[in-house]
């Protein structure tokens, strides 16, 4: 879905977009796959998805963090 969702907003852009929604489908999609991973028990799959569901969320934080330096600057 977030790759649907980047390519639909860089279309209506005329140019490449990564939305913020992008990130969010990829801190849940990652979240629900760490699950998966935690209830098999597999520590590979675990460490995979730990790494990317760390990266989704760190640019969460920065986008967010961005906004509210943004909006305190105005």
């Not at 760190?58 to 305190?72: D, Q, S, T």
Request: hydrophobic share 55%; net charge positive; with cysteine.
């Amino acid at each position: 879905m977030r790759f649907f969702w980047q390519w639909i907003v860089s279309e209506k852009e005329r140019r490449s977009v990564i939305p913020v929604n992008f990130w969010y489908f990829s801190l849940f999609g990652s979240l629900f796959l760490l699950v998966y991973a935690i209830l098999r028990r597999d520590i590979v799959f675990i460490i995979g998805q730990s790494t990317g569901f760390i990266i989704y969320f760190r640019n969460i934080f920065l986008i967010r963090h961005e906004k509210r330096k943004a909006c305190a600057m105005s």
